[in-house]
């Protein structure tokens, strides 16, 4: 069975100081996989995409994420937090076996110290 | 440039009533769907739709009913709203390629935040 597991619940950095979200995955077939987020109390954003192409991803507002197959990670990054990054944060996975339904993580609740 | 549009964004229910909550999309998307969204716990797909006059079952698709006859709109039914369906309601839709019926590129709405008492 397909699933998205997120590791942290919650993560808390410092603005200025790297951030970095962990996303892993279970699949059959190659997946594609998402980033979105969520800023309080508004809707969900497409962050960046990984569908079979480079395996470095690059989002908007600085975020990158790696996909690893050997890892079965798609950990999302950015140099340098800013206090406007605070925001919830799904990894979500495509897969051709689950008629391309979505499958979505808990989520990951990024917090920015000033 | 509006793309999708839910309403209302604030509900409160008594226990037994139905409403619906309204979903409009201005992109031509084949690909419908609405989530609910509950703490810790993600989104979880209801219904979706892939075109006009198809409809299918998510993974929480008990107490709600949907139909799509038109490609722009997609409406939830709550059948009779039990306190369970407290919770914030996301629709999104998404274009399809060849055979893929959604993208993963969702676009999503603001939200409607239904309370049941």
């Known amino acids: 069975a397909q699933s998205v597991t997120q590791l942290d619940s919650h993560v808390s950095v410092s603005e200025g100081t790297p951030v970095l979200l962990r996303c892993n995955y279970s699949?059959?077939?190659?997946?594609?996989l998402f980033w979105y987020v969520q800023h309080p109390n508004k809707g969900l954003q497409l962050l960046l995409k990984?569908?079979?192409?480079a395996t470095l991803v690059k989002g908007i507002n600085g975020f990158e994420a790696e996909f690893k197959k050997s890892e079965t990670s798609f950990h999302l990054t950015k140099p340098s937090a800013h206090m406007s990054d605070a925001a919830e944060y799904f990894c979500?996975?495509?897969?051709?076996?689950?008629?391309?339904?979505?499958?979505w993580g808990a989520g990951t609740k990024l917090i920015i110290k000033p | 440039n509006a793309g999708v549009t839910q309403t209302p964004k604030f509900q409160v229910l008594k226990t037994g009533q139905s409403m619906t909550l309204q979903c409009a999309q201005d992109?031509?998307?084949?690909?419908m769907s609405w989530y609910r969204q509950d703490p810790g716990m993600g989104l979880r797909l209801i219904h979706y739709?892939?075109?006009?006059?198809?409809?299918d079952q998510g993974e929480v698709p008990n107490g709600y009913n949907v139909s799509r006859s038109t490609t722009e709109d997609f409406p939830l039914r709550l059948l009779s709203a039990a306190p369970s369906q407290t919770s914030v309601y996301f629709c999104?839709?998404?274009?399809?390629?060849?055979?893929?019926?959604?993208?993963?590129?969702?676009?999503f709405g603001e939200g409607s935040r239904l309370t049941v008492l």
């Open positions: 699949s059959s077939y190659s997946p594609s």
């Open positions: 979500v996975v495509s897969v051709k076996d689950s008629n391309y339904q979505l499958i």
């Open positions: 990984y569908t079979s192409a």
């Open positions: 999104a839709s998404s274009g399809t390629s060849g055979m893929i019926p959604n993208t993963g590129e969702l676009f």
């Open positions: 992109m031509n998307h084949e690909y």
């Open positions: 739709s892939v075109g006009a006059g198809i409809t």
